[in-house]
T-cell receptor, first 112, second 114 residues
Framework: AQTVTQSQPEMSVQEAETVTLSCTYD???????LFWYKQPPSRQMILVIR??????QNATENRFSVNFQKAAKSFSLKISDSQLGDAAMYFC?????????FGTGTRLQVFP | SAVISQKPSRDICQRGTSLTIQCQVD?????MFWYRQQPGQSLTLIAT?????????ESGFVIDKFPISRPNLTFSTLTVSNMSPEDSSIYLC???????????FGPGTRLTVT
């Protein structure tokens, strides 16, 4: 069965600095997709960034980028120039085709 | 991105009662899902809502406790039946859109059972 592991329950970063959130996963499938979702206190799940497993190039969305290491089954999220509005829970998620499997989440605090 | 609405946004219910949560998406989807997020926890899939047929439930979730309907492509309901305090959670619906592998979520329903 597929699993997603986030080993950092909490992280903190100073405003304007860079932070990296870790995620590892386990799967026997060759074709899959990985995501990072953000959940602020409003509880709305917001899709931050996605990565197709067949693509070698790391995905980038503005200040958010990933480091996708397929052989190591690692999928970390880098947030550059952190802003106060980045404070939230971040969930790493995996899907083979439809169902999403989530990690346990990392709470990110941003200090001014 | 997609627009997905849920109602109610929150409710406080008494033990032994039932609550039905509605989910509406703004355009056609291929699949709809219901998730539960217990306090301080991650999201767990309850079931896949199938149009015009019985939902597909994940291990640990049963139809008698969480009946789900999906009468058309853009609407689904989840009922939490015979509630107990352990059912206090956030319930979220999501949609998977045709031609996409990305799921978009509704704003969630915060349920408190007293």
């Amino acid at each position: 069965a597929q699993t997603v592991t986030q080993s950092q329950p909490e992280m903190s970063v100073q405003e304007a600095e860079t932070v990296t959130l870790s995620c590892t996963y386990d799967t026997s499938e060759s074709d899959y997709y990985l995501f990072w979702y953000k959940q602020p206190p409003s509880r709305q799940m917001i899709l931050v960034i996605r990565q197709e497993a067949y693509k070698q190039q790391n995905a980038t969305e503005n200040r958010f980028s990933v480091n996708f290491q397929k052989a190591a089954k690692s999928f970390s999220l880098k947030i550059s120039d952190s802003q106060l509005g980045d404070a939230a829970m971040y969930f790493c998620a995996y899907t083979g085709a439809d169902k999403l499997i989530f990690g346990t989440g990392t709470r990110l605090q941003v200090f001014p | 991105s997609a627009v997905i609405s849920q109602k109610p946004s929150r409710d406080i219910c008494q033990r032994g009662t039932s609550l039905t949560i509605q989910c509406q998406v703004d355009s056609q989807v291929t699949m709809m899902f219901w998730y539960r997020q217990q306090p301080g926890q991650s999201l767990t899939l309850i079931a896949t809502a199938n149009q015009g047929s019985e939902a597909t439930y994940e291990s640990g979730f049963v139809i008698d406790k969480f009946p789900i309907s999906r009468p058309n492509l853009t609407f689904s309901t989840l009922t939490v039946s015979n509630m107990s305090p352990e059912d206090s959670s956030i319930y979220l619906c999501s949609g998977l859109y045709e031609g996409s592998y990305e799921q978009y979520f509704g704003p969630g329903t915060r349920l408190t059972v007293t």
